[in-house]
């Protein structure tokens, strides 16, 4: 590649070239590199316009944003005044002081004006405990509708809180966009600051308990038609029986305030917008196409306040969910995703902070040999510095305000994300640098902020500044019982695995814990054209994997010789329980012997993502035997046999 183009592509954080899975080295193709230069509003097309960018690239002065570390300073071209979070302000003379408070300030040089965030040099350390993997709409109860909900967190969060569990690592409840049909998919959310209204119980709601007896037998009609039959998840039918209820409890539900909350009634009057003109705001008249004044005239007041509402009720329904979690350790423990639908809610409303037409993804990898494009928009990392962070901490504020702690999914993306440019397949991608001192020091003061715990998804290709980064900041890397292999590609032993992460099994995209004893997961890849080579090869490698497993757990005096699989299971679970981490987490499917896993990547309908239910209700799972072996394992000391 021409050497000023890799210049530029450096000097803007595009990468020319990455490390694979197999630790070697790729080049990126350069209309790649072009491709995505122009997505940051650089023009690259031609060799005389790559010199001209080149030649307007100089020395930064003053940043859009300003992050340091509590006690560090930060040296300016000259004498500033820093108004802080407070309104008070501090002269300083030549550079940021040592001793300001942690938050968000106002930096003004004699010709600019910076965002100044002050954060944490590291978080507190987090609790030992162990807890429970939980996908919430697999859930399901007597009570529930066709899915997991928030009452059934809240039920489960008290029970488990009882048992001794320390916190409870749910699915994103990211919202959707409340049209039909409904996508399955929790990390293609419409938006990541709102929660999705298929999770409300509907008895649970104020105007339900004030409804008289005829109204509340018409909305509990409504439940049959969530659950149309078969043994997967209808999210369209759910929405549907679910709008339908709230539409009838909609008289009783009292004045919505729409002043006090500018961010959740500009997601609302998308939702009212979206009724009428569809899911995706693209397609919308073109006066409609951005956030406004014109939208909010056009958008139906009733239907903004209904939605409002909703939000409301979830927020109400949450807060009783982690109140029955207040005897744990941690608490309910929100999942991050990567992005939103760039269609949606967010993508309309924070579209001058995302990168237009581009989708994150990753590159090819063992598990996903054909590359990854998940379809989602992503940060413009210059416009998020530009704009002092602000879409990124609204979205963190509201995430925590609920929370025990979060999980990041792929944590990887506050370094760098795999872009996929327009009309190109995921293999031509590459990544985009983003500045992790802003994006993990934003996340640790807000984090710090709401009492937090922090667990960083830190698998696949990863490099070794992201676990480094984690550490620092004691925040939790994670530990996949799967993935925790030496160079060599042998299982690590349990005492050699690392202090500072959440121990698993598995994870939503991989094989449950019977799915590997079994081979389901070599069988359904084969079924759906998914493996980049012979299947006879893929099943060697799965069974070899298997008995060096087995091995490991021998080796540890955890599983006798003529084990079954159900004993290999709790093996694993003690396995994991003698590891120094911080927190160790168990699957209901992995409990309950489902050998499906949540999710298949590369697949979209081939496959039942995010349909699956737990083979087990709620009220059948307290008294489990299975799952009163693993509640045993997991409250042992460490070490028992």
């Not at 029986?241 to 959740?264: F, H, I, N, T, Y």
């Not at 962070?389 to 792929?410: P, S, T």
């Not at 999710?599 to 209700?617: C, V």
């Amino acid at each position: 590649m021409d050497a000023d183009l890799v210049a530029l592509a450096e000097a803007h954080g595009v990468a020319t070239w990455f490390e694979n899975s197999q630790r070697q080295r790729q080049d990126v193709p350069e209309a790649t590199v072009v491709a995505v230069l122009g997505l940051l509003g650089v023009d690259a097309s031609s060799a005389e316009a790559v010199r001209a960018a080149l030649a307007e690239v100089r020395e930064p002065g003053l940043p859009g944003t300003v992050v340091v570390r509590t006690g560090a300073t930060y040296a300016l071209p000259g004498p500033a005044t820093i108004t802080l979070e407070d309104g008070s302000t501090v002269e300083a003379a030549a550079g940021v002081p040592g001793d300001l408070p942690l938050g968000w300030h106002t930096l003004r040089t004699a010709d600019a004006e910076a965002t100044l965030v002050v954060v944490p040099e590291r978080l507190p350390e987090a609790p030992e405990a162990w807890g429970w993997m939980l996908q919430l709409y697999a859930l399901h109860s007597a009570g529930s509708w066709g899915m997991g909900d928030l009452g059934d967190l809240r039920e489960f969060a008290g029970w488990a809180a009882a048992d001794g569990a320390g916190l409870v690592l749910l699915n994103p409840l990211h919202a959707i966009t409340p049209t039909l049909p409904v996508p399955s998919s929790p990390y293609s959310p419409s938006s990541r600051r709102f929660a999705n209204p298929l999770y409300l119980r509907i008895a649970d709601t104020a105007a339900y308990q004030r409804a008289d007896e005829p109204l509340r037998a018409n909305v509990d009609a409504l439940a049959g038609a969530a659950r149309p039959g078969g043994d997967l998840i209808d999210y369209t039918a759910v929405w549907q029986a679910k709008r339908a209820a709230l539409e009838l409890l909609w008289p009783l539900a009292g004045e919505v305030d729409l002043a006090s909350d500018p961010g959740l009634t500009d997601f609302a009057t998308f939702c009212a917008l979206a009724e009428t003109h569809g899911p995706d705001w693209h397609t919308w008249p073109e006066e409609l196409r951005r956030p406004g004044p014109a939208a909010r005239a056009a958008a139906n007041a009733d239907r903004v306040a209904f939605h409002a509402w909703l939000q409301h009720l979830l927020d109400e329904q949450l807060a009783a969910a982690t109140a029955a979690a207040d005897g744990m350790s941690v608490g309910v423990v929100l999942d991050l995703a990567v992005g939103i639908d760039p269609s949606g809610a967010d993508g309309w409303l924070l579209q001058d902070v995302l990168a237009e037409g581009v989708h994150a993804g990753a590159p090819p990898d063992a598990f996903n040999q054909l590359g990854q494009d998940w379809g989602l928009a992503c940060w413009r990392p210059d416009r998020l510095a530009a704009t002092g962070y602000a879409a990124y901490r609204d979205m963190l504020r509201r995430l925590l305000r609920r929370a025990g702690g979060i999980r990041v999914d792929h944590v990887a993306q506050l370094w760098r994300l795999w872009w996929v440019p327009p009309g190109m397949a995921s293999t031509e991608g590459t990544y985009v640098r983003y500045d992790p001192d802003a994006m993990l020091g934003i996340l640790a003061l807000e984090a710090h902020r709401a009492g937090a715990v922090v667990v960083g998804e830190d698998l696949g290709t990863v490099l070794p500044v992201v676990t480094k980064g984690l550490q620092d900041q004691n925040m939790l890397g994670s530990a996949v019982l799967w993935f925790t292999k030496t160079d060599d590609g042998e299982y690590v032993a349990s005492a050699d695995y690392p202090r500072n992460a959440l121990a698993s099994i598995s994870t939503h995209d991989l094989p449950t814990a019977s799915g590997f004893l079994t081979g389901e997961h070599v069988t359904v890849r084969a079924e759906l054209n998914q493996l980049a080579g012979p299947v006879e090869q893929e099943r060697a490698r799965a069974d070899a994997d298997r008995a060096e497993l087995i091995e490991l757990l021998r080796g540890e005096k955890l599983l006798a010789e003529d084990a079954t699989n159900a004993d290999i299971v709790v093996a694993m679970h003690a396995f994991l329980r003698n590891t120094p981490c911080r927190l160790v987490t168990a699957s209901l499917y992995d409990v309950l012997d489902e050998v499906r896993q949540p999710n298949l990547p590369g697949t979209t309908d081939e496959y039942p993502n995010w349909r699956i239910p737990l083979p087990a209700s709620l009220e059948e799972i307290q008294t489990d035997p299975r799952v009163r072996r693993i509640v045993g394992v997991l409250n042992a000391t460490k070490g028992a046999a």
